[in-house]
T-cell receptor
Framework: SQELEQSPQSLIVQEGKNLTINCTSS?????LYWYKQKYGEGLIFLMM?????EEKSHEKITAKLDEKKQQSSLHITASQPSHAGIYLC???????????FGSGTKLNVKP | DTGVSQNPRHKITKRGQNVTFRCDPI?????LYWYRQTLGQGPEFLTY????????KSRLLSDRFSAERPKGSFSTLEIQRTEQGDSAMYLC???????????FGPGTRLTVL
């Protein structure tokens, strides 16, 4: 959506390398969610960030929400082929009842 | 509980026909969302329910689209007089409260010929 910009659109990395995906909004985020999707399937929840400056980690994936709550990054350390998929950020913007997603970042990890 | 389920998983229809999809959320989840996703894009919000009340609808949801959630349990999404542009993956999600993570179903892939 135009409300959330994700970069890069696609990424190919060698197994073992680190990578970062960014998600930016021009408006205040009232909750930022990261999901992973495999082609043709539903979304799998990864992490949720709500407070400015918050950082969460799960296994080798770390997500941060900046102080102004307008940008988030997802960092994968020592990538593995199992990390391949489409990463999507989603957010409740302006505290309304709608929910927006970015257009996704397609990640390929070469063995 | 096995999560959010959607039926059918795939639907092929001819232009002009009506189709209906069903979503069964996780039991006790109050909020239910419908999204549409086309190839290479993130999901686009269509509508959401708080129990049986439909509280928000996107402008993407033309008058050919209607959604219901009788009794606040399962939900149906109907598309009347389908058009080729309606071809997409239709995703359903549910959450317990506002602000909680949404749990997604596997989606219904619609192809309009």
């Amino acid at each position: 959506s135009q409300e959330l910009e994700q970069s890069p659109q696609s990424l190919i990395v060698q197994e073992g390398k680190n990578l970062t995906i960014n998600c930016t909004s021009s408006k205040t985020l009232y909750g930022l969610y990261w999901y992973k999707q495999k082609y043709g399937e539903g979304l799998i929840f990864l992490m949720m960030l709500q407070k400015g400056g918050e950082e969460k980690s799960h296994e080798k994936i770390t997500a941060k929400l900046d102080e102004k709550k307008q940008q988030s990054s997802l960092h994968i350390t020592a990538s593995q082929p199992s990390h391949a998929g489409i990463y999507l950020c989603g957010a409740d913007i302006n505290n309304f009842n709608k929910f927006y997603f970015g257009s996704g970042t397609k990640l390929n990890v070469k063995p | 509980d096995t999560g959010v389920s959607q039926n059918p998983r795939h639907k092929i229809t001819k232009r002009g026909q009506n189709v209906t999809f069903r979503c069964d959320p996780i039991s006790e989840h109050n909020r239910l969302y419908w999204y549409r996703q086309t190839l290479g894009q993130g999901p686009e919000f269509l509508t959401y329910f708080q129990n049986e009340a439909q509280l928000e609808k996107s402008r993407l949801l033309s008058d050919r689209f209607s959604a219901e959630r009788p009794k606040g349990s399962f939900s149906t999404l109907e598309i009347q007089r389908t058009e080729q542009g309606d071809s997409a993956m239709y995703l359903c999600a549910s959450s317990l409260y506002r602000g909680d993570e949404q749990f997604f179903g596997p989606g219904t892939r619609l192809t309009v010929l």
